[in-house]
T-cell receptor, first 120, second 115 residues
Framework: GAVVSQHPSWVICKSGTSVKIECRSLDFQATTMFWYRQFPKQSLMLMATSNEGSKATYEQGVEKDKFLINHASLTLSTLTVTSAHPEDSSFYIC????????????????FGPGTRLTVL | AQSVTQPDIHITVSEGASLELRCNYSYGATPYLFWYVQSPGQGLQLLLK??????LVQGIKGFEAEFKRSQSSFNLRKPSVHWSDAAEYFCAVGLMNTGFQKLVFGTGTRLLVSP
């Protein structure tokens, strides 16, 4: 249980195009999803916190107009990288927080496998 | 500001030998502490967590960690390493003022296991 999927697992796009990444909680409802960015050989940096039905909260320094987040349901959040540029190439990872403290898992985040974005 | 330090960028351990990965945190309140493992190209898997109570916590795959408040440390240990343990390990602190939702990660330690 508590599985999080991401789609696609990797994507290559041309500079200036937009890319959408999906994050799904497969067997639980997630009131909150998080989006992280990980550069090679570096740690995960939180980009934004996404709550179902409300606007995402972005971390300082993250451009909200460039990284559009939509959390339309309790099982799906999307991250759209708009007008992507080579410097946006990175590994994007989402996580989901269990709703309602199922099985004592409250406050635990479950991570997706990540999406490798390469912008040419 | 909250921060997590993992002083070892990479560590090499012989298979069957013991392992200790260091983690120090800087946080003004009682921390929620986590250790995650990341295999190449994959997401993070939770190994163990500390919220309160017994300062020695047991996790999956034979890992354990000890919370030492006086040293602001939460070191990860395993008595006998297996080749399959080779991966990247991240220590993280959960921030209380956001209901423990926000995680701050260390820079990670890459574990290499030699035959």
């Amino acid at each position: 249980g508590a599985v999080v999927s991401q789609h696609p697992s990797w994507v290559i796009c041309k500079s200036g195009t937009s890319v959408k990444i999906e994050c799904r909680s497969l067997d639980f409802q997630a009131t909150t999803m998080f989006w992280y960015r990980q550069f090679p050989k570096q740690s995960l940096m939180l980009m934004a916190t996404s709550n179902e039905g409300s606007k995402a909260t972005y971390e300082q320094g993250v451009e909200k107009d460039k990284f559009l987040i939509n959390h339309a349901s309790l099982t799906l959040s999307t991250l759209t990288v708009t007008s992507a540029h080579p410097e946006d190439s990175s590994f994007y990872i989402c996580s989901a927080r269990v709703f309602g403290g199922r099985g004592g898992l409250d406050n635990e985040q479950f991570f997706g496998p990540g999406t490798r974005l390469t912008v040419l | 500001a909250q921060s997590v330090t993992q002083p070892d960028i990479h560590i090499t351990v012989s298979e069957g030998a013991s392992l200790e990965l260091r983690c120090n945190y800087s946080y003004g309140a009682t921390p929620y502490l986590f250790w995650y493992v990341q295999s190449p190209g994959q997401g993070l898997q939770l190994l163990l967590k500390y919220f309160s109570g017994d300062t020695l916590v047991q996790g999956i795959k034979g890992f354990e960690a000890e919370f030492k408040r006086s040293q602001s440390s939460f070191n990860l240990r395993k008595p006998s390493v297996h080749w399959s343990d080779a991966a990247e390990y991240f220590c993280a602190v959960g921030l209380m003022n956001t209901g423990f939702q926000k995680l701050v990660f260390g820079t990670g330690t890459r574990l290499l296991v030699s035959p």
